[in-house]
């Protein structure tokens, strides 16, 4: 699918969009383009890479639809990673938010239909389910942005991932947990009855990919995670990093901030259907026949809601998981 392609990544300096590039450098595109703001980013990339010349890096902001139309030129694949994702920011700069997870959006998909991109993935998040703040807000404008443009284009297909927490993505709690832990410090926690869904980056990649390739346009595919409470992922931790008892001080849920991640909600279940063993997939209200008539033959979901706090890990699947994402060494 992506030998010989051009493939453009928004947001590609970070922890999702480095895995992705080294995933897609295997099927050997023609051109993988790195599109984000940060230039220290892509110089530390660059290096990364070895100077990859398959690589080419564009200094550019999802807000500005001129440097966005002129990056999707000749694109064959767009992956839209771009995105103000750290809770609490988003909920302070509300206005900043919206012009880059919502304007963004709407820019990557002017720019891609004006291109005649094939394919656009958009790359969404548990919160975009039932959303309480506003950055769940703005993803869940997003995907619906997303799905309603396989309206209007007849060359380009839009579809979105929705997952959970990936282990070790920049701003996520696992290294902030074990950098407590290794200098003996109390573990912050907001509260001791919060559960998340996790994956490993490399497999949450290896998911992104296979829905790429499968969807025709207009799906939600949503990665099967495994879920557990943030305490006793704490506590594994502990275990493994310190010889001491490990202190957790409960600061208090922050604004914005959900006890429970639900990735379906139970308005979405109606119409989600089990794709595999790794996915479900959403199909929107008013689907094409042919998006239909392909999945016409998978199973309803079983369950009225999708939330992490029916699908606990124990401490041993935790501590396989940690580290089988490297966490533990």
Not at 128 to 135: G, L, Q, T, V
Not at 273 to 283: A, M
Not at 315 to 324: A, F, P, T, V
Request: hydrophobic letters at 40%; one cysteine or more; proline letters at 3%.
């Amino acid at each position: 699918m992506y030998q010989n392609k051009v493939i453009l990544i928004t947001g590609g300096t970070g922890s999702w969009g480095q895995e992705l590039t080294r995933n897609l450098l295997a099927y050997n595109p023609k051109e993988i383009r790195i599109f984000s703001r940060n230039e220290f980013s892509q110089v530390y990339m660059q290096q990364a890479f070895n100077n990859n010349s398959c690589l080419k890096f564009i200094i550019g902001d999802v807000r500005d639809f001129q440097a966005v139309e002129e990056a999707t030129k000749n694109v064959d694949y767009v992956f839209h990673l771009a995105a103000l994702k750290h809770v609490p920011i988003c909920e302070a700069q509300p206005g900043e938010t919206l012009k880059t997870n919502v304007i963004g959006t709407e820019n990557i998909i002017r720019a891609s239909i004006i291109n005649r991109v094939q394919k656009v993935i958009d790359v969404s998040t548990d919160k975009a389910a039932e959303p309480i703040n506003f950055y769940g807000m703005t993803k869940s404008f997003g995907e619906k942005l997303m799905i309603q443009a396989n309206s209007l284009s007849e060359t380009t297909s839009f579809i979105c991932i929705r997952g959970g927490n990936v282990l070790g993505t920049n701003g996520s709690a696992v290294p902030i947990f074990k950098k407590q832990i290794l200098l003996g410090k109390e573990v912050t926690l907001t509260s001791k009855e919060m559960t998340r869904f996790f994956l490993t980056i490399s497999e949450a990649i290896n998911l992104l990919l296979k829905a790429s390739e499968v969807a025709i346009g207009g799906e939600i595919f949503v990665m099967k995670m495994n879920a557990c409470r943030i305490i006793d992922l704490i506590d594994v931790l502990g275990q493994n990093l310190s010889s001491n008892p490990v202190k957790v001080k409960d600061v208090g849920i922050r604004p914005g901030e959900k006890l429970h991640e639900v990735l379906v909600s139970q308005y979405e279940s109606p119409h989600t259907l089990k794709y595999s063993d790794q996915y479900y997939v959403i199909l929107p209200t008013h689907p094409s026949y042919k998006l239909y008539s392909k999945y016409q033959h998978l199973e309803k979901v079983p369950f009225i809601k999708y939330q992490s706090n029916d699908y606990l890990m124990n401490q041993e699947n935790i501590e396989r998981m940690l580290k089988k994402g490297g966490f533990l060494q």
